[in-house]
């Protein structure tokens, strides 16, 4: 199920004294099996792009095009589309509304007509992987959660689903970090041994390093970078111009090149930051 | 989705006019005003001298009138209901059959009734919608409490009831709000708003009220609790930044008043109502 | 230093007394002493936020006590005075703004407490200064970043003149440039104001900031210390469900290479150093 988006425009309270445009003419194309990370400052439309994707939203102008279908289009079946796009709201009071846990976790599974069985096994699933004990939290009131465990309770609702698609807002936000590593590989393993398509907005660079393949940079509603994650954070300038920043790795590598040491521009990840230093002490020990 | 969009009472709308300029004071006691005279008025000429008045307002204030009507969209079908029953329903002796059906019959003085109720409604609303718009909510505070103050003499908890009264109309966005999140995430895992008939919207719609209560309540509880925190009880010995002040644009905006209502008043009494 | 707020043997359940209670905080004893910049962290649920609450009497002991510079926040007489000395910036920066502008929003907490007008308008202003809003003065609320909004919070804590601030995860949500702004101006408000500040947060880079740090799991305590004492016991830090800061994990990787990084390095700067000794 490819993405496309053609240049897309939406403006909010659209007529009235308040309109706002936050999105002009983006193009883009996401494909199947694809990890995109969507980044960008806060206000610059990330969440509004990317409830377009599910038809939450419909563009002022321009298209958006889900498996070669218009959303916009009459015949457009939206309720098949949603079974098939996941969709994780940036703040988890936005997206829980039944009672408890259980029943909320339950609520896209049953609007499927799954059989009861099944939907109790979805539930018991999802659960396991955000890791929230089933006994304890089945039954919980969703206002009876501290912030972490309705982001967990949030994530378990839409991994029930079961989609092909899943569009990730900023999730691990407000995760211990040993949770934060738990819904992580979680993503991760869906997106490898499933080969679902992941987006996933982050205003974390270090996880958005370590996941993405490819990154679309947001900004004031309007694509700046979209490119292969290496690629992107090369622009260290730009980005920490428009209000973003180099994963935390990276911040130390540059801050060591500037000190002399030789060292690739990029680098992702601690594993390779550790060889180039230690290759790097070691070139410069024969040079010296 | 968007159903905020067309909320605009409670919103305010910010701004450096006449009207957002005056002293809360009043534009509450002209609100007031006209709010009572609205609730006398029964001909046609009346009503027209409003529409001028409120588009004269609307204007000053430079409040596009398309976005300060829009608020009236979610009530019109209600209206519209209410209109066709004091159509069918109402009657004086001696009035004239428009028209009958079945067992049912429209006399001229129910269309009249009709008119001049859904007119009430119509306008009632528009005038409140005004002062929100062009009174931010903490001048509203400070404006009702200064009015409501010789109540408190007699024991009145003044105070809390101007908190539970802005609470309320902020309630009635705060609902809007919730509303609107609850259809966006109840459509995200799969149930169509936007599809199928009306019917099937309306059935839908159903298991979005009790979320819907429960979600906004627990905000205006947050609501509550942010501001204990900041020290907030009940407004007892609370003190004010700004201090309100009557200047001579007051003065005038009364004398216009007063001569507007005796205006209305002079046609309440003289032209012979329309039923 | 002296303690300015003090915990002891503080237990807390939601619903007590029904059938499905949630203990949330066993016999927790701690101090949290004038002057510091605190950090406590813990995996989700662990009770930062229920420890946080009692601090000024949005939640009152179950059993034990907790005392504000000697007042108990059980006694309904300390109330009004225990919330003037601890302010409180929660996570969700939408649900505690009250007013439509800003400086009638930061306005709000001072008419509280009954200030003459010129006194309010002169701790609005000292607000805005302090954290860099002049410039969004008369802005209206709604037209804010989250940052901002977050910036604006803090400062209607700070225009009451806490002798403390609490913040509940205050850049959970924010982009890498607002969240810098806010722990920097937490840092400022610390060392420039001598205010002291409890900081909730699972950011790792965030609490090396700190000056002390309490690790919380299931409702007790189960670490104190230092940053850098604290990140120096490897197992436990994973086990109660935290992380090391980049550096330290940097700086980890590195000495198994057998490049000679000390111990407890925590942070960018000490890691930058040290390596560029061994060049
Ligand atoms: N329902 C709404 N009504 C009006 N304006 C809105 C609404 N939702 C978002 N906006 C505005 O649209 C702009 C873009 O918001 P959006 O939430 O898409 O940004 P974002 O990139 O997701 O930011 P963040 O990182 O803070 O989540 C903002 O200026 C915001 O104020
Ligand atoms: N209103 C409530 N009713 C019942 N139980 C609650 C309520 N609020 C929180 N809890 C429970 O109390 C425990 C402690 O919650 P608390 O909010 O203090 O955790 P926290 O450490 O702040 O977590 P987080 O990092 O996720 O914010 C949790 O197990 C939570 O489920
Ligand atoms: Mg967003
Ligand atoms: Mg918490």
């Not at chain 1, 909010?12 to 936050?22: I, M, S």
């Not at chain 3, 994990?249 to 000390?262: S, V, Y």
Request: glycine share 6%; with cysteine.
């Amino acid at each position: 199920m490819p993405i496309e988006v053609n240049n897309l425009s939406y403006s909010y309270k659209k007529g009235t004294p308040f309109e706002k445009q936050v999105l002009s003419n983006i193009n883009l194309k996401i494909n199947d099996g694809e990890f995109v990370g969507i980044i960008g400052p806060t206000q610059a439309g990330k969440t509004t792009l990317a409830q377009h994707f599910n038809a939450l939203l419909v563009p002022d102008q321009g298209r958006v095009i889900v498996n070669g279908v218009d959303l916009a289009e009459k015949k457009a079946d939206l309720v098949k589309l949603r079974h098939n796009v996941g969709y994780v709201f940036q703040n988890p009071d936005y997206q829980l509304f039944e009672p408890t846990v259980g029943e909320d976790i339950a609520f896209g599974p049953r609007n499927q007509n799954l059989p009861p069985k099944e939907i109790e096994n979805r539930v018991l699933e999802a659960m396991a992987q955000v890791g929230l004990d089933y006994d304890t939290f089945n039954k919980r009131d969703i206002f009876a959660l501290s912030g972490g465990q309705k982001r967990r309770a949030a994530i378990a609702g839409v991994l029930a689903c079961k989609p092909q698609i899943m569009i990730l807002d900023d999730v691990t936000a407000g995760l211990d970090p040993g949770g934060r590593k738990e819904i992580i590989n979680v993503i991760k393993k869906l997106h490898h041994e499933q080969e679902i398509t992941t987006i996933y907005i982050s205003n974390s660079m270090d996880e958005i390093a370590a996941l993405a393949e490819r990154i679309i940079v947001l900004n004031q509603g309007q694509v700046l970078f979209d490119d292969q994650t290496g690629e992107v954070f090369l622009h260290a300038r730009k980005l920490i111009d428009i209000g973003l920043e180099l994963p935390e790795v990276m911040n130390i590598t540059t801050r060591l090149i500037e000190a002399g040491f030789n060292l690739p521009g990029a680098i992702l990840s601690i594993d390779q930051a550790v060889h180039a230093i230690a290759a790097s002490l070691q070139k410069g020990q024969v040079d010296a | 989705m968007e159903l905020t969009k067309n909320i605009t009472l409670g919103v305010y709308l910010p701004g450096n006019t006449l009207i957002h300029t005056l002293d809360p004071r009043t534009k509450i006691v002209a609100t007031a005003l006209l709010i009572t005279l609205l609730l006398f008025i029964k001909s046609y000429l009346a009503y027209v001298l409003f529409l001028i008045l409120i588009i004269a307002i609307l204007i000053i204030a430079t409040i596009p009138p398309g976005y300060a009507f829009c608020g009236l969209k979610p009530m019109l079908p209600i209206l519209l209901l209410m209109w066709i029953f004091q159509l069918f329903l109402y009657s004086t002796p001696g009035a004239t059959v428009i028209f009958s059906w079945w067992i049912f019959s429209a006399t001229d003085a129910g269309l009249h009734m009709g008119n001049l109720i859904s007119m009430r409604v119509l306008f009632l609303f528009t005038v409140t919608t005004i002062l929100t718009l062009t009174t931010s909510i903490v001048s509203l505070t400070d404006g009702l409490e200064s009015l409501l103050n010789p109540l408190k003499k007699i024991g009145l908890p003044t105070q809390e009831l101007v908190m539970t009264m802005i609470i309320a109309l902020r309630f009635v966005l705060i609902l809007a709000e919730e509303l609107d999140k609850i259809i966006k995430a109840q459509m995200a895992r799969g149930v169509a708003f936007d599809r199928g008939n009306f019917i099937q919207k309306t059935r839908n719609l159903f298991p979005v009220f009790l979320p819907l209560f429960i979600n906004a309540f627990k905000r205006a509880e947050e609501l509550i609790v942010a501001m204990e925190a900041r020290s907030y009880s009940g407004g007892k010995g609370r003190t004010k930044m700004k201090t309100l002040h009557m200047g001579r644009l007051d003065l005038l905006a009364g004398l216009f008043m007063l001569l507007f209502s005796v205006l209305v008043v002079y046609l309440i009494l003289t032209i012979p109502p329309a039923i | 230093m002296n303690p300015l707020i003090e915990v002891a043997n503080l237990s807390y359940s939601y619903r007590a007394g029904s059938g499905n209670e949630v203990a949330a905080l066993k016999d927790i004893t701690m101090k949290v002493f004038e002057g510091e910049l605190l950090a406590i962290t813990g995996r989700n649920g662990s009770g930062k936020s229920t420890l946080a609450r009692h601090f000024n009497c949005l939640l009152t002991p179950v059993s034990g006590s907790v005392e504000v510079d000697g007042l108990s926040v059980s006694d309904k007489c300390n109330v009004a005075s225990i919330r003037r000395q601890v302010g409180m910036v929660f996570q969700n920066p939408d649900n505690q703004l009250v007013s439509s502008i800003v400086e009638e929003d930061i306005a709000f907490g001072p008419e509280n407490l009954g200030l003459p007008a010129e006194e309010i308008r002169r701790r609005v202003d000292w607000a805005l200064k302090t954290l860099n809003l002049k410039n969004l003065q008369y802005e209206s609320l709604n037209q804010l970043s989250e940052g901002q909004k977050q910036l604006v919070a803090i400062a209607g804590v700070l225009a009451m003149k806490p002798r403390c601030i609490v913040l509940d995860e205050p850049t959970a949500h924010l982009d890498p440039r607002s969240r810098r702004e806010v722990i920097k101006n937490a840092l400022r408000l610390n060392r420039e104001e001598g205010i002291t500040i409890v900081l909730l947060t699972h950011f790792m880079e965030e609490v090396t900031h700190c000056d002390r740090m309490i690790v919380m799991d299931m409702g007790e305590i189960k670490m104190e210390g230092s940053p850098r004492e604290v990140f120096d016991s490897e197992e436990k830090i994973i086990n109660l469900g935290l992380d090391f800061p980049v550096s330290a994990k940097l700086a980890e990787g590195l000495r198994k290479q057998g490049i000679r990084i000390p111990r407890k390095t925590i942070n960018a700067e000490e890691l930058i150093k040290s390596l560029c000794q061994l060049k």
